[in-house]
């Protein structure tokens, strides 16, 4: 099989840009559009695509090659939706798929539409050169991930089982980066696992009366008291066995010194947020809400935590640390997850199976002295529905993000590298093929 990756990369690259094109917006989430690109680039190869009608103006698409052996499937899962983006915020049409200086711009570009093209090319690949298969692979692309998956993966999960009788499965969660902490390497992460949103809620009653006489019930005094202690507190770091086995391949490679000590980087101010987050629950301070008059004090007050837990903490537990850190029983705490119904328990992915050791070769074929690593995503990702049907979950995104690329996800004049984009159709046809292709 004789692929021209320069004329193929051409391809797949106007096949991009077109996509960005198609406004997902979520909200509103109007996605049928962008179900109807994939599924109408599949049509054209002669693979028959299913649209699945989960709710008005809400398609998935669906597509399957056909595996004459046993095997269960390989699913190459993405959402077709993306955030809003205010045009006057960016210098370029968010919805516009303009390249410029070798960056390819759109609401997007990373999150996650030109992943989506990737795995579609997989598929085209396999269809157009006839390619006999160990396993079956799928193809799925849904709706409603960035406002929670009632209307996509969640919905399918709960309706449509028989989608997902696969081996293990491909999303988002992490991606290759040009570093580690700030010291210059490629790594590519892979993420395992994700944290767990918990937001939650501090009430406190307190006795209303005149503001103009000395009280020592006031609930706003409570709650500021509570909330000082909680945004004071410093968690410990829970360095988990996949970040010891980083550091110790980092340490073998010369890449790090010996004495590399993650406690000793945050108390030199020298750990990124995006690191630190990795390694600890995370707790911000998002919404208090009391008072209505300034010579009345109010009868009550509360605090809005926006709370995100790693994979392992019980929320029990959490909960308990969090009351005895406040120390102080007028305050009533209470999980304010109303907003994300039956959530699963996070749960981690095995490592070790032939998706991994397919991404670990295929890595160290496009970068020779590249690190692999399993990593949780700080982030929620459709995986977590999927690791809770047992199904291996991995976030990887083949292509190597720099700090601006990263800085890209739900913010302003998101890009991706034409450079990238290349090396993302690459790499994922390079571990798709070496798991699904008959040897
Ligand atoms: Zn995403």
Redesign the pocket.
Known sequence: MNIDWSELRHEAEGAFVRYLQIDSSNPPGRETPAAQFLGELLEKEGIVPEYIEIKDGRQAVFARLKSLANNRSLMLAS?TDVVPARTEDWTVDPFGGEIIDGKIYGRGAV??KSVTIFHLFCMILIKRFDIPLSRDLVFLSVPD??TGSRFGMKWLVDNRPDLFDCEFSLN?GASGLESFNSIPLDIFQVAVSEKRMAPFRLRVKGTPGHGSKPTVDNPIAHLVQACERLVNWTRELDVSEQNTVLVRTLTDKGLINGDFDFKKLREDGLMSPDMEAGLTNTINLTILNSGFKFNVIPGSAEALFDCRLLPEMDLGDWRAQVEAQIDDDRIVFSYALEEVPNEPDPIISEWDNELSVAIEHSVREFFEDAIVSQSTSTVG?DNRFLRTLGIPSYGFIPCLLSQSELNGFHANDEFLTQDNFKLGVELMWSVVAKVVCSK
């Open positions: 959402h999150d996650m991930e960035e988002e990702t």
